[in-house]
């Protein structure tokens, strides 16, 4: 049986983060390859907003957390919220979520919180599709953890 792995596409060496600098880790593909992983790719920042993009940071408001762009403050969490459903709904087999640490998006225990002064809350969330991957109970895990 293929076990699969959602893996953020940084760091497979797609050109996707918010300034267009890569990320790619080659030991950390390698690995999960070697462990029999199938990978699956997944972007949602890239999806929905190319690259490159605003910086975003989560923030915790009044209505709960949101992903807001650094200088336009503009709320882009349900862009994220609904490709992250759709991902999982068309993946329903994963086995695994590696998310790209500090990542508001994919962060699993890293993603930075700030309160609307943008003063740091917290650097132990979870970024909006990692937070969706634990709760449909799909094990998830930072890349910093793997390497």
Do not use: Q, W
Request: charged share 35%.
């Amino acid at each position: 049986m293929v076990r699969k792995v959602a893996l953020s596409a940084c760091l497979a060496g797609k050109n996707c983060r918010y300034d267009g600098r890569l990320k790619e880790n080659k030991e950390l593909v390698k690995k999960l390859e070697d462990a029999g992983y199938e990978i699956v790719l997944f972007c949602p920042e890239e999806s929905c907003f190319g690259t490159p993009r605003e910086a975003m940071d989560l923030v915790l408001t009044d209505e709960g957390i949101k992903a807001l762009g650094r200088v336009f403050h503009e709320d882009k969490s349900m862009p994220i919220v609904e490709y992250a459903e759709r991902f999982f709904e068309e993946n329903p087999d994963i086995d695994l979520f590696v998310g790209k640490a500090r990542s508001p998006s994919c962060g699993v225990r890293t993603a930075l919180l700030y309160d609307e002064d943008r003063n740091l809350i917290s650097d132990k969330e979870s970024g909006i599709m990692a937070a969706e991957a634990r709760v449909r109970g799909i094990e998830s895990v930072d890349d910093e953890d793997l390497i």
